[in-house]
């Protein structure tokens, strides 16, 4: 009979300890969150689960946002689209202070920090502008394609994926020049260079284009549900599935894919570090930072609602939070 009582209070005992381990596996590592001006007439209010560029706000109560969706980082400050106001901010990366806001086109989606400048793409003004850093001032403007959403710079040229008309324009990063149009899948959203290539991702497609830095298409090659980032990692790329939950690895030489991994829900922006990815999901509110060898989640932060982009520097991580109108930091290793 005491066997039996035993055995009870070791298995009630072992379940207790079940319960309590997820709660210190999943334990998400906090971040600073830095609020965003609202702007005048800037703001607009978004019901919880509102769609907008193939994001997710989630929860249930409205916010007013002034819509942060992408982030870059320029060696001296991080730079924050707010695509409801038409406006880019400067945060000091060293203490986070915000030091500026600067009017562009109309809803900037996309920036690019490459070769001195700034650049912004304005999905709804079909251009991008070139922006001196310092100053925050208009250097110039170059018209694109139909509904511009993503920036890549191969060395020389900045490459833009057009998300309306399915193509990507090449310009010349010296002059703004545009060096070629060129045919995509559905509704291109990341690029990224990598392998002496430009990759493509085709949210609506469920692919990845690879060109040639010529824009002849080197191959098409399938992705998870709803790709939408792309980042270089030496030898690989590696896209975010944001209807997939996961990330697709898929080797630079060839496009061999290599394997699917999970991640979050709405599995948006992503970066490289040199050791590790860093993935936001938009739906879970998180970040994650993977190892690229196992494509395991080694470290996962809360950050704010609805994060859309990641940028890292000095140090630091950033991520811009759509649905809470803020910034999410953190010093990372």
Do not use: C
Request: hydrophobic share 40%; aromatic share 10%; proline share 4%.
């Amino acid at each position: 009979m005491n066997f039996l009582k035993e055995r009870v209070f070791s298995v009630a005992l072992l379940l207790a300890l079940t319960a309590a381990m997820p709660s210190v596996i999943n334990a998400q590592s906090p971040m600073t969150e830095i609020p965003l001006a609202s702007g005048s007439g800037g703001a607009q209010s978004m019901a919880g689960g509102a769609l907008l560029d193939g994001g997710d706000l989630g929860g249930g109560s409205s916010v007013s946002t002034t819509g942060p969706e992408a982030v870059a980082f320029d060696g001296t400050y991080f730079w924050v689209a707010t695509q409801f106001n038409d406006k880019i901010t400067r945060i000091r990366a060293s203490d986070g202070l915000v030091s500026g806001s600067f009017t562009v086109g109309s809803r900037p989606v996309a920036l690019l920090f490459a070769n001195g400048a700034l650049y912004v793409a304005n999905l709804f003004s079909n251009n991008v502008m070139k922006i001196t850093p310092s100053t925050g001032a208009i250097a110039a403007t170059y018209n694109v394609g139909d509904g511009p959403g993503g920036l890549a710079y191969d060395g020389s040229s900045i490459w833009v994926t057009n998300r309306n008309s399915n193509n990507v324009t090449k310009l010349s990063a010296k002059n703004g020049s545009i060096q070629g149009t060129f045919a995509v899948g559905n509704r291109p959203i990341g690029v990224a260079f990598a392998g002496n290539n430009i990759w493509v991702a085709n949210n609506k497609s469920n692919s990845v284009t690879r060109l040639s830095t010529a824009g002849a298409v080197l191959g098409t090659y399938p992705a998870g549900k709803g790709p939408f980032g792309v980042a270089s990692e030496g030898e690989n790329v590696w896209i975010t599935n944001y209807f997939g939950q996961s990330l697709t690895k898929l080797r630079a030489a060839d496009g061999f894919n290599l394997g699917t991994f999970k991640v979050g829900d709405g599995a948006a922006g992503i970066a490289f570090d040199g050791m590790n990815l860093w993935v936001v999901n938009n739906g879970d509110s998180t970040l994650v930072k993977v190892s690229p060898s196992s494509g395991t989640v080694v470290t996962t932060y809360a950050t704010g609602k609805g994060p859309f982009s990641v940028a890292l520097g000095a140090s630091k991580v950033f991520v811009s939070n759509f649905g809470s109108n803020s910034v999410s930091t953190a010093v990372v290793n």
